[in-house]
């Protein structure tokens, strides 16, 4: 519905929306994200696996070496599909080894990831400013959610990065700006669902007391 709807809707000004799929790197996942957008007019597949040591030695059960070659296949397996924009991300990367980092995202830009993201939860409260500042280093996407809505302690805020750019973007974040109309925000904000689903201060104790126990 929304890849049909919005996905086909051309601006005045000729913009059109991506329309994404989030996917694990199963087939299974794939093929299902590519079928919820593959009748829009910019199509995206999104697909990430766990690269942390921890994630991939108790979660995943695997090792470097296939972790890899799972991202690399499945990326090149989504690409196959017709889907010509792929996005990447490493799960929890801000525990990952850097050299092991660069290593799978080359790898995966190589079977054809055109997108890449390093995804950041808000366990310790500083999604926001982790988010400005990749947009100041030359990060052009910025993964944000409404209320911060998102597992654990939550995701960076899509108000306060957007009100952030928009407030301070000359003069401190070196011209950034966005085309989103911010008047919008509040009413989407305070829609009943997502009030409920909006990180609470004691999930972000219970994301702290979990990276303690590592």
């Known amino acids: 519905m929304i890849a049909k709807e919005v996905g086909n809707h051309v601006d005045d000004d000729g913009y059109v929306p991506v329309i994404c799929g989030l996917s694990r790197c199963n087939k299974g996942d794939i093929d299902a994200a590519w079928e919820g957008v593959r009748y829009a007019l910019r199509p995206r597949i999104h697909t990430f696996i766990a690269t942390s040591e921890i994630h991939m030695r108790h979660k995943l059960r695997k ?34 080894d850097t050299e092991f980092l660069y290593r799978i995202l080359t790898e995966v830009i190589k079977a054809g990831a055109t997108t890449l993201n390093i995804p950041d939860t808000n366990d310790l409260g500083l999604a926001t400013a982790n988010t400005l500042a990749g947009a100041y280093n030359g990060g052009r996407q910025l993964e944000v959610t409404i209320n911060g809505i998102g597992e654990r302690a939550g995701n960076a805020s899509l108000q306060e990065v957007v009100m952030a750019i928009r407030c301070r973007g000359n003069e401190l974040l070196g011209g950034l700006y966005t085309g989103i109309n911010s008047k919008h925000i509040s009413v989407a904000s305070r829609m009943p669902i997502l009030i409920d689903l909006k990180p609470s201060d004691e999930c972000r104790k219970s994301a702290i007391s979990d990276l303690e126990r590592g």
């Open 63 to 96: 090792t470097p070496e296939e972790v890899i070659q799972i991202a690399s296949e499945m990326v090149a397996y989504a690409r196959s599909l017709g889907c010509e924009d792929v996005e990447f991300s490493p799960e929890d990367a801000r525990r990952s």
